[in-house]
């Protein structure tokens, strides 16, 4: 086996549960664990890993609202944008697109009142020329 396959193996199988032990990755591979803790140091190093997380549950999301919000903003404004979007906690990810918007943000947060309130405030960013929000009503696919 490749180092290469056998490090998307790796990230596979920390990306299903990033707490796993070494000791029981090695297993799965099929290698010894010093071999597996020698390919994690060589992953972060590189920069292919730069964090660890936790996966959250079901029901917990399930409790989430999440919209898709289509930004637009004026092209000498972009960088100003992306920092206020950093600073707000509900915003989860921002993707930089082609097409008539610029931007897709996707915000959660545990009410209606609490997703309207995080909506107005991108809206109301200088720099914002126009938004359009889609509310995620059920998830088919969550890789």
């Known amino acids: 086996m490749t180092k290469v396959n056998s490090d998307r193996k790796l990230v ?50 399930a409790a989430q609202l999440r919209a898709h919000l289509m930004v637009t903003v004026s092209p000498k404004y972009s960088g100003a944008v992306v920092k206020a979007l950093e600073a707000i906690m509900d ?31 991108i809206g109301a960013l200088e720099g914002v020329e126009r938004t359009m929000s889609s509310i995620v009503l059920s998830t088919r696919i969550d890789r």
């Open 12 to 61: 596979a199988l920390l990306r299903e549960n990033a707490r796993m032990p070494v000791t029981e990755l090695a297993r799965k591979l099929g290698v010894s664990r010093s071999t597996v803790q020698s390919r994690l140091e060589k992953l972060e190093r590189n920069g292919t890993i730069v964090g660890y997380t936790a996966k959250l549950s079901g029901d917990y999301l």
């Open 91 to 121: 915003v989860k990810t921002v993707h930089s697109v082609s097409g008539s918007f610029d931007m897709i943000v996707i915000v959660e947060a545990p009410s209606v009142a609490e997703l309207d309130a995080v909506i107005d405030e």
